[in-house]
Nanobody, 123 residues
Framework: QVQLVESGGGSVQAGGSLQLSCAAS????????MGWFRQAPGKERDFVAR????????YYADSVKGRFTIYKDNAKNTVYLQMNSLKPEDTAVYYC????????????????WGQGTQVTVSS
């Protein structure tokens, strides 16, 4: 089992920044990748960004490319999502996800999920 605890959500005006954190605990020794997804009210859960635990592969959804940065601290088993130039359309609940398998941008490739943290961007 892997437990994921997210933090860092909140409310910000358009153009502002927020940093999300996701701390993993439990059976993390075989982690392949961790990712961030988001879900707005009435919409599906969408991929945001993913990083492999080796750090050799990172990619982003087109909607956040150039504005968001995913990075990790292996010593702390923590993944971060730095979000800059936030837009109202970034408003959603953001979820951290973990997988021990090769995974990309599909939610069903991830096995463990955090509880979610709300990000609200006002215009």
């Amino acid at each position: 089992q892997v437990q994921l605890v997210e933090s860092g959500g909140g409310s910000v005006q358009a153009g502002g920044s927020l940093q999300l954190s996701c701390a993993a605990s439990g059976r993390t020794f075989s982690t392949y990748a961790m990712g961030w997804f988001r879900q707005a009210p009435g919409k599906e859960r969408d991929f945001v960004a993913r990083i492999t635990w080796s750090g050799d592969s990172i990619y982003y959804a087109d909607s956040v490319k150039g504005r968001f940065t995913i990075y990790k601290d292996n010593a702390k088993n923590t993944v971060y999502l730095q979000m800059n130039s936030l837009k109202p359309e970034d408003t959603a609940v953001y979820y951290c996800a973990h997988t021990n398998r090769r995974a990309g941008s599909r939610a069903n490739e991830y096995d463990y999920w955090g509880q979610g943290t709300q990000v609200t961007v006002s215009s």
